[in-house]
T-cell receptor, first 115, second 110 residues
Framework: KAGVTQTPRYLIKTRGQQVTLSCSPISGHRSVSWYQQTPGQGLQFLFEYFSETQRNKGNFPGRFSGRQFSNSRSEMNVSTLELGDSALYLC??????????????FGPGTRLTVT | GQQVMQIPQYQHVQEGEDFTTYCNSSTTLSNIQWYKQRPGGHPVFLIQLVKSGEVKKQKRLTFQFGEAKKNSSLHITATQTTDVGTYFCAGSSNDYKLSFGAGTTVTVRA
């Protein structure tokens, strides 16, 4: 079974630009969660999508948004990029709701650098 | 909101020694999961604990869930160089929100 894939793997953007990251979950998984990982803050939960609906949201500004398509693929968008948005963005898929006794499978991440 | 605290942040271990990393929650958890992230890699699921007082073993790794379901621990015996990485606990309450601890980064001296 193919794992979780994320594209692109690396991205360099300029402050003020916007970016879209993509995540393809494992086949049959309906939940996709997004996390921001930085050396100082660890793994910070962004949001969870399940059956095309955002089910949970972390403590991030409205510049961070996402969506999920009918095939469970998910995209995350960050508008008006700031230097502090530089991080590894990880998505994770699971068969059921995140936190609902289902293990999460993480993708390799997208390394975003904002200059 | 729910917070999961993990200690220590760093663990430097002599090869062959044992160590333990601890995870504490401010609220009662419905389950707790443990993940391992190798340097340059992504988190990989290790195990999930659901029952109060539950103990599970995976070879040299022993995972425990506290009686009050507010804390958990991971104990590794006879540490090997393959144990290098960051170990995260992640706890969930009934609201389906999974909160990750800050992680314990393990380095091993040969």
């Amino acid at each position: 079974k193919a794992g979780v894939t994320q594209t692109p793997r690396y991205l360099i953007k300029t402050r003020g630009q916007q970016v879209t990251l993509s995540c393809s979950p494992i086949s049959g998984h309906r939940s996709v969660s997004w996390y921001q990982q930085t050396p100082g803050q660890g793994l910070q939960f962004l949001f969870e999508y399940f059956s095309e609906t955002q089910r949970n949201k972390g403590n991030f500004p409205g510049r961070f948004s996402g969506r999920q398509f009918s095939n469970s693929r998910s995209e995350m968008n960050v508008s008006t990029l700031e230097l502090g948005d530089s991080a590894l963005y990880l998505c994770a898929s699971s068969r059921g709701r995140t936190g609902g006794n289902y293990e999460q499978y993480f993708g390799p991440g997208t390394r975003l650098t904002v200059t | 909101g729910q917070q999961v605290m993990q200690i220590p942040q760093y663990q430097h271990v002599q090869e062959g020694e044992d160590f333990t990393t601890y995870c504490n929650s401010s609220t009662t958890l419905s389950n707790i999961q443990w993940y391992k992230q190798r340097p340059g890699g992504h988190p990989v699921f290790l195990i999930q604990l659901v029952k109060s007082g539950e103990v599970k073993k995976q070879k040299r790794l022993t995972f425990q869930f506290g009686e009050a379901k507010k804390n958990s621990s991971l104990h590794i015996t006879a540490t090997q160089t393959t144990d290098v990485g960051t170990y995260f606990c992640a706890g969930s309450s009934n609201d389906y929100k999974l909160s990750f601890g800050a992680g314990t980064t393990v380095t091993v001296r040969a």
